[in-house]
């Protein structure tokens, strides 16, 4: 069944800005990802992408593809 | 789509002014609010980016709820007397009836948000104002003084009696307070007549 959530927020553990860096170019492969940010203050270093009808399991294997943590945040 | 659901959005608003209120911007955190308003972490990132998004947005919606009630049935042509009483009947109504908001207002006020808070103000909001006050001075009504002063004189007497009555108290070894029509009359009578020429 196709994911139409629109927004998309998960744990990882991308510590610094530069991190959050890395991984924008890998996310912007993505055409349906439409906007997205990592908050840092979180302990949850939280990452929320907003995208319409995108599985977040795609999301969760690029950002682990680079060599970070990327886990759903239950609701 | 995840549909936004109204009640716990306002849940999440309502919570978020009060752990400002009680415990400061330091006292808020995503986690902290989701516990307080018995929501997950994830569905309060559904509506808001971070803890300055969420800020910034609650400081956009209250201003403007705040200046419609202050604008409530004024017109910057009033007579001072009447515009005056117009304004504190606006401004003390806001305050009681939306004590946590109004204190919120207040914290983005004495806080370095303070710059985007007062991006909020709508011009229509700021020009009433500014020409009640001029048509006052110029008629005769109010004497000319630099704006600070003016409403340090003109509001911050109202003010402090809300904050007495909402604290249920004023001065040390006065006893219970509660602020009633006639006390406000009394004050909006002593201010009008301080800013008479």
């Not at chain 2, 306002?10 to 995503?30: H, P, Y």
């Not at chain 2, 004024?74 to 305050?95: I, L, T, V, Y």
Request: glycine share 6%; hydrophobic share 45%; charged share 25%.
């Amino acid at each position: 069944m196709k994911n139409n959530h629109q927004v998309l927020v998960f744990k990882t553990n991308l510590s610094g800005q530069r991190e959050v860096e890395a991984i924008g170019p890998v996310l912007s492969t993505i055409p349906a990802v439409l906007q997205w940010n990592v908050d840092l203050m979180d302990v949850d270093k939280v990452l929320r992408v907003v995208a319409p009808g995108l599985e977040p399991a795609e999301i969760i294997s690029l950002v682990c593809g680079q060599g970070y943590n990327c886990e759903e945040l239950p609701d | 789509m995840r549909p936004r659901d109204e009640a716990k959005e306002q849940a999440i608003r309502k919570k978020a002014m009060e752990l400002i209120v009680e415990e400061g911007f330091d006292g808020l955190s995503m986690h902290k609010l989701a516990r307080a308003a018995g929501i997950s972490v994830a569905t309060i990132y559904i509506y808001y980016k971070d803890r300055e998004d969420l800020i910034l947005e609650l400081c956009k919606e209250e201003t403007l709820r705040m200046t419609e009630a202050t604008l409530k049935n004024f017109d910057p042509s009033m007579s001072f007397a009447e515009g005056m009483a117009n304004q504190w009947r606006n401004r003390s109504k806001f305050w009681l009836d939306n004590p946590i908001e109004a204190q919120f207002l207040e914290r983005m006020r004495h806080s370095p948000h303070h710059v985007k808070s007062i991006a909020f103000l709508k011009k229509d909001f700021i020009e009433a104002m500014q020409l009640f006050i001029h048509n006052a001075v110029k008629n005769g009504e109010l004497t000319s003084m630099p704006l600070e002063v003016f409403w340090s004189v003109a509001y911050a007497p109202l003010y402090q009696l809300v904050k007495f009555h909402l604290d249920g108290s004023s001065l040390p070894g006065a006893g219970p307070f509660k602020l009633n029509d006639k006390m406000m009359k009394q004050a909006l009578q002593a201010v009008i007549k301080g800013l008479t020429p």
